[in-house]
């Protein structure tokens, strides 16, 4: 009964690959989002939507790409990965009663 | 701006002790504040939030503690365990603007056994 779920766990690419986390959540939430924590363990927020619409697009390079096929899913693509890119990517969802946004468990992308 | 901060990076109490990890923000137009707990190689966890209405709000064994004032946020724990061990994240968000939550640099909170 995971809450907000990803896949993969552990990512381990080329420079140049392109390549897709994939974020799941049962919560009945409306909005998802995708943070970047880096080795410092600063989390950024990179992506939000709602209902599967975009509403949250920080500096982040148009390498990355997200697609909300329904509310209940919000996958991350990156095209031509870059070292910069190794980081732990976090998924996470909430819903408008509740600003509390539950976390997934991350994905470790490493660029080599 | 985005200056949500943490005045001590590390912290290490005894296993019964109380811990108290403190938090700075900047935009005093936050309405909504979060504690988050990280372990390791997991997601950050949602342990208790507070509104701005509120100065003080109390869970099991934590309690979070708001002063507008001066923009400082607490995480109380009482009786530490050394399941409590993690990194400490606040956040902060601004409903009635960006509803972007800016999160703080993080505290690691060592519990000796």
Known sequence: ???????????VTQMGNDKSIKCEQNLGHDTMYWYKQDSKKF??????????ELIINETVPNRFSPKSPDKAHLNLHINSLELGDSAVYF???S???HPGQFFGPGTRLTVL | ????GLHLPTLSVQEGDNSIINCAYSNSASDYFIWYKQE???GPQFIIDIRSNMDK???QRVTVLLNKTVK????QIAATQPGDSAVYFCAEINQGGSEKLVFGKGTKLTVNP
């Open chain 1, 1 to 11: 009964d995971t809450a907000v779920s990803q896949t993969p766990k552990y990512l």
């Open chain 1, 43 to 52: 989390l950024k927020i990179m992506f939000s939507y709602n209902n599967k």
């Open chain 1, 91 to 93: 998924c996470a969802s």
């Open chain 1, 95 to 97: 819903s408008r009663a």
């Open chain 2, 1 to 4: 701006g985005e200056n949500v």
């Open chain 2, 40 to 42: 390791s190689g997991k």
């Open chain 2, 57 to 59: 709000r109390q869970g």
């Open chain 2, 72 to 75: 400082h946020l607490s995480l």
